[in-house]
C-alpha cells in the first residue's frame, strides 16, 4: 500500500519533470488537462473582468450571455444561413483554389521551365495584400458570389502553389530515380511515386489554406455583401448587439476548429505509416 | 540482339568515360570526378569497384545506370548507347530509397509494376519469391518505417530484383547491415546472380566483401578515379564461392593483395591532403 502510493507520487514527480524539461516528452492525458486548465482560466479572468465592471457589460458580455445568444441564433434560420453561405463561399473557393495549385505546383516542381516563367508572377501576387484586392475585384467581379470566390481565390492561390511546389520538392531523390531504373515514365513517376510521397504534406498545407480561406472570407463579407457570417458580425454591430457579434466569431471559430480536427484526424488515420 | 553481335561487342562497354562537375558558375571551377575509365563486362559478370572515400565511385555507376550523363565517353548496353535511366539498369542505392507508404511486399511489388513481359498474377508470384529470398517473408504487411535499417536495404534489393534488369547496379547496398546478415545476403546475392545470369556492379568499401563477390574487381585511386589495379578474383578463386571459400587459402592471399592496394591509396590521399 505504502508503496503503491509512493510510486504514484515519483510518478506525479517525473510527469512534472517532464512537463518542464526542456524539450521534454509529451502526455496526452497532462496535455489534455493543461489546455482545459489554461481555458478555464481565461473564463475566469473574463468574468472577473466584467462582474467587476473594469469594463462595462455592453462591450464585454458575460461568457454565458455569448453562449446563450449563440444557442440562440442557432435556431434562428437567418444566421443557419448565414452560416451555410460562408461555408459554401469558403469551401467552394478553396477547392477551387486546390484544383488549380496543386498540379500547377506539380508542374513547377517537375519542369524548370514552368517554374522560371512562373515564379517571379506568383512572388509578387503573393505579396500583394489581400484587403487591398478587394475594391478591385468588386470593381470587376460586381458584389456577387464571383467577387468573393475571387477574393479566396487571390488569397490562397499564389501561396497554396508554393507550398506545394514546395512538398514535391522535398521528396527524396532517389524515390524518383528508383522510378526511372524501375521502368517508370515521368508521368508515371507524378502519379504513382510524387503523389503518394507527398501526400501527408499536401493535406497538412491544405488544411493550413482552409484556415485563410476563413480570414479573407470575413473581409470579403464585411466590405461587401447581403449574406455571410461577416455581413451578419457587420450589422449587429451597427446596433451595438456585442453579444451577437461575439457569437458570429465564436461560431467561426467552433467551424475552423471542427473542420480542422476533423482533417487531423482523417491524416492520422489515413497516414498510419508516418 | 543478334548472336553476330554479341560475339563483336561485349555486354556493357564503358568507354573513355569522363565526368566533371561544376563549373557553371565562373568562381568555381570544375571538379573532374571520373578520368578517362574503360572497362568491358561480359554477361554474367559480377564487378566489384573499389577505392577511397569521395574518389568517384557512387558518380560511375550513375554514369552506368544513365542518372548522370557522362562529360565524354559513353557506355554502350548490349550495343546501345546509354542515354537515361530505365528498367533494363536496376539500382540499390546507398541510401534507403524504398517508400514508405507501401508495406513491404508492395514496395517489392512495385518493381514489377511497369514489366509488361507477365500478367498481374505473376507479378504477385515473383514479388513473393523475392521476398522470401531476401528472408522477409513474416513482415510482407509491414511498413518499412517500421522495420530495420537492413531489412529496408533488403526491401530495396529485392524490388530492384523484382525489375528484372539486365543489370543490377548496387552502391555499398550491405553497408549498415550486422556480419552475420551481410554474409547471408552475400551468398544469396550470388546464387541470384548465378542463377539468373545476371550482371552485376558492386560498390563497397569492405575488402572481404569484394574478394568473396567479385569476378573480377576495380581498384580506383582517389579523386579523379582512374583504374588503378583490375583484380582477375574469379581465376585465382573460381567462379563457385560458399561459406568456406573465405577460408582458403587464394582468399587470404587476394584479400591481403586488395589491402595492401586500398591501404597504399589511402595513405596516399592523406599525403596529398596534409602537403
Ligand atoms: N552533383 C554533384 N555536384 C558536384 N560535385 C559532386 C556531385 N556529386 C558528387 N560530387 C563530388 O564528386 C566526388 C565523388 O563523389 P562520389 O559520390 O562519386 O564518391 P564515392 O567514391 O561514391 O564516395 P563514397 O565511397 O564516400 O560513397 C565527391 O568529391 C563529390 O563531392
Ligand atoms: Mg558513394
Redesign the pocket.
Known amino acids: 500500500m505504502v508503496d503503491a502510493t509512493g510510486g504514484a507520487a515519483a510518478r506525479r514527480r517525473q510527469l512534472l519533470a517532464s512537463l518542464v524539461a526542456f524539450r521534454g516528452k509529451s502526455n496526452a492525458r497532462a496535455n489534455f488537462a493543461l489546455g482545459i486548465a489554461a481555458f478555464a482560466l481565461f473564463i475566469a479572468v473574463w468574468y472577473s473582468i466584467v462582474l467587476t465592471g473594469t469594463v462595462p457589460e455592453r462591450f464585454l458580455p458575460l461568457p454565458g450571455t455569448v453562449v446563450q445568444t449563440m444557442l440562440r441564433l442557432l435556431t434562428e434560420a437567418h444566421f443557419l444561413n448565414d452560416i451555410w453561405v460562408s461555408v459554401a463561399r469558403v469551401w467552394g473557393a478553396f477547392l477551387l483554389s486546390a484544383l488549380f495549385a496543386v498540379p500547377i505546383g506539380i508542374w513547377m516542381s517537375n519542369y524548370r521551365l514552368v517554374a522560371a516563367l512562373l515564379e517571379p508572377i506568383v512572388d509578387f501576387i503573393r505579396y500583394l495584400p489581400v484587403p487591398a484586392l478587394v475594391p478591385l475585384l468588386i470593381i470587376w467581379f460586381g458584389i456577387g458570389e464571383a467577387s468573393k470566390i475571387a477574393v479566396l481565390w487571390m488569397g490562397t492561390f499564389f501561396q497554396l502553389v508554393l507550398l506545394v511546389t514546395d512538398d514535391a520538392k522535398r521528396i527524396p531523390r532517389e524515390f524518383v530515380e528508383s522510378g526511372f531504373t524501375l521502368g517508370a515514365k515521368p508521368n508515371q513517376i507524378t502519379r504513382d511515386i510524387l503523389l503518394p510521397a507527398m501526400l501527408p504534406s499536401l493535406v497538412d498545407n491544405l488544411r493550413i489554406t482552409l484556415g485563410w480561406c476563413w480570414t479573407w472570407i470575413i473581409v470579403a463579407e464585411i466590405v461587401a455583401a447581403k449574406s455571410g457570417i461577416g455581413h451578419y458580425i457587420w450589422s449587429m454591430r451597427r446596433f451595438l448587439k456585442t453579444p451577437e457579434v461575439m457569437s458570429g466569431i465564436l461560431v467561426i471559430g467552433i467551424i475552423g476548429l471542427l473542420t480542422d480536427q476533423a482533417i487531423r484526424a482523417w491524416h492520422r488515420r489515413h497516414f498510419r505509416y508516418l | 540482339m543478334s548472336a553476330a553481335m554479341a560475339s563483336k561487342l561485349p555486354f556493357l562497354r564503358v568507354r573513355e568515360v569522363e565526368k566533371e ?2 563549373g557553371e558558375r565562373r568562381d568555381e571551377p570544375p ?1 573532374k ?1 571520373v578520368d578517362k575509365v574503360s572497362m568491358d563486362i561480359a554477361e554474367g559478370e559480377f564487378i566489384v569497384y573499389l ?1 577511397p ?8 555507376l550513375r554514369i552506368v545506370g544513365g542518372l548522370e550523363s557522362a562529360s565524354s565517353g559513353e557506355v554502350v548496353l548490349s550495343g546501345e548507347k546509354v542515354r537515361g535511366p530505365d528498367r533494363r539498369k536496376g539500382m540499390v542505392f ?1 541510401a534507403y530509397a524504398s517508400f514508405p507508404w507501401l508495406s513491404v511486399l508492395e514496395n517489392i511489388k512495385f518493381g514489377t509494376r511497369y514489366r509488361t513481359d507477365i500478367g498481374k498474377k505473376e507479378k504477385l508470384e515473383i514479388s513473393k519469391y523475392y521476398l522470401d529470398l531476401v528472408g522477409l517473408g513474416s513482415y510482407a504487411d509491414f511498413y518499412v518505417n517500421r522495420i530495420s535499417g537492413g531489412m529496408r536495404q533488403r526491401v530495396a534489393i529485392a524490388r530492384t530484383l523484382a525489375s528484372a534488369p539486365d543489370i543490377l547496379l548496387m ?2 547496398p550491405f553497408g549498415a547491415l550486422d556480419a552475420q546478415t551481410r554474409e547471408f545476403l552475400q551468398e544469396q546475392l550470388l546464387e541470384i546472380c548465378r542463377v539468373e545470369k545476371k550482371a552485376a556492379i558492386f ?1 563497397t ?1 569492405d575488402v572481404e566483401e569484394a574478394v568473396f563477390l567479385a569476378d573480377r574487381a576495380f581498384m580506383f585511386s582517389s ?1 579523379p ?1 582512374t583504374i588503378i589495379e583490375e583484380i582477375d578474383i574469379a581465376s585465382e578463386l573460381g567462379p563457385e564461392r560458399d561459406s568456406r571459400t573465405k577460408e582458403s587459402e587464394s582468399f587470404f592471399h587476394l584479400r591481403n593483395h586488395v589491402r595492401d592496394l586500398m591501404r597504399r591509396q589511402a595513405r596516399e590521399l592523406q599525403d596529398s591532403s596534409s602537403q
Open positions: 562537375f561544376g571538379i570526378v577505392g572515400s569521395g574518389c568517384g565511385k557512387t558518380t560511375l546507398q552502391d555499398e560498390v568499401h579523386r578515379a
